[in-house]
């Protein structure tokens, strides 16, 4: 009788880790915001996501000259903020390697957060999406505290606890000039008592080390996110994407990891014209591994949807990203990161 419990809790275990790998209702992961409709990165993208019912808001991750995290897709401000207008800061305008790539503009580890404060944010696909550019010069780049108290508020005010899924970007790069992401992340997490078993935070990454070095340190579920298979990881694991995402890549990805996050082609490849091809077997691979499965970007317009969801040839136009929403729902995905999180919600169903 003694080794009764022992055997129930096992059993147990054996039926909870595949509930954890399957959602049953799919997380709408408001994707830089609700950047569909403001300028990304932006607290008013966030609070409108969060009025839209996303179940999480998603900042990206970069640090200011002294070490402070602010929310901007890409070191690079040129294109979302008014940077390039500022004389002042014609200077600091240069050419750097991250990632292996050359970039040349204007780049946050050069600012102090006071200095970046004074810079506005704008549209960064202006030409996609025109009616986002009303709001240029409207919101300032918001800190990840900033983003993390009006998470706190939000969730007061609309009565759910809304949760929040920072992304980490370019980790090697910047631990090698001296300005790791990791320890003020886990800082800001700590101040609002988000570092714990419960709370509403995945924390992502498309490096691997530093996920792993994470996981030693965190409570909160760690995503690994999936670039293009051909492409190597940055962190000199020698490594491509595509390697990670074959079914014995995934078990490895689950030893520090608790989902992972692959482009939509992942799971429905297009062809060299653009249309969907059959679905692969990522998602079964995937929750077979014990992952949960949060694909992304779900766009609304023409230009980011398969050919046969185009409702014109206007590639600024909206077409059928309700229909290609459903059909990742029905593939078993347990959640999507979403530029329009208000479809993302009525999609759910």
């Not at 390697?243 to 608790?258: C, E, F, R, S």
Request: net charge positive; glycine share 8%; aromatic share 8%.
């Amino acid at each position: 009788m003694a080794a009764m419990p022992a055997l129930l809790l096992a059993l147990l275990a054996l039926l909870v880790l595949p509930a954890l790998a399957q959602a049953a209702d799919p997380l709408v992961v408001g994707h830089r915001g609700a950047s569909g409709y403001r300028p990304e990165h932006t607290l008013g993208s966030y609070e409108l996501a969060a009025r839209m019912g996303a179940d999480y808001i998603e900042p990206d991750l970069v640090p200011t000259k002294d070490g402070v995290l602010v929310a901007r897709h890409e070191n690079d401000i040129t294109g979302t903020t008014n940077v390039d207008e500022r004389p002042e800061f014609a200077s600091r305008k240069t050419t750097k390697v991250i990632d292996g790539k050359s970039i040349t503009g204007w780049f946050t580890e050069d600012f102090t957060l006071a200095e970046l404060k004074t810079l506005r944010a704008k549209e960064r696909i202006p030409n996609i999406r025109q009616r986002n550019t009303i709001y240029n010069g409207r919101f300032h780049v918001p800190t990840l505290r900033q983003v993390l108290a009006l998470r706190a508020k939000l969730s007061r005010e609309l009565g759910r606890d809304i949760g929040v899924y920072p992304e980490t970007k370019h980790p090697s790069y910047f631990r090698s000039i001296g300005l790791p992401l990791e320890t003020p992340l886990l800082a800001e997490l700590k101040r609002f008592k988000l570092n714990r078993a419960g709370a509403k935070v995945f924390v992502q990454s498309f490096e691997t080390r530093n996920l792993q070095a994470l996981n030693r340190r965190l409570r909160v579920p760690i995503v690994q996110l999936l670039d293009a298979k051909t492409l190597m990881i940055p962190d000199g694991s020698g490594q491509t994407y595509g390697q990670l995402a074959t079914p014995d890549g995934l078990k490895a990805v689950a030893k520090y990891a608790d989902g992972v996050g692959p482009s939509k082609d992942y799971i429905v490849p297009r062809d060299a014209q653009g249309s969907s091809l059959a679905p692969t077997s990522f998602v079964k691979d995937a929750h077979a591994a014990g992952l949960l499965v949060h694909p992304y970007t779900f766009r609304a317009e023409n230009s980011f949807l398969p050919l046969e969801l185009r409702f014109s040839a206007d590639p600024a136009a909206y077409g059928n990203i309700f229909k290609e929403l459903k059909q990742f729902y029905a593939l078993g995905v347990d959640g999507v990161f979403t530029d329009n999180p208000d479809i993302g919600v009525a999609a759910r169903g």
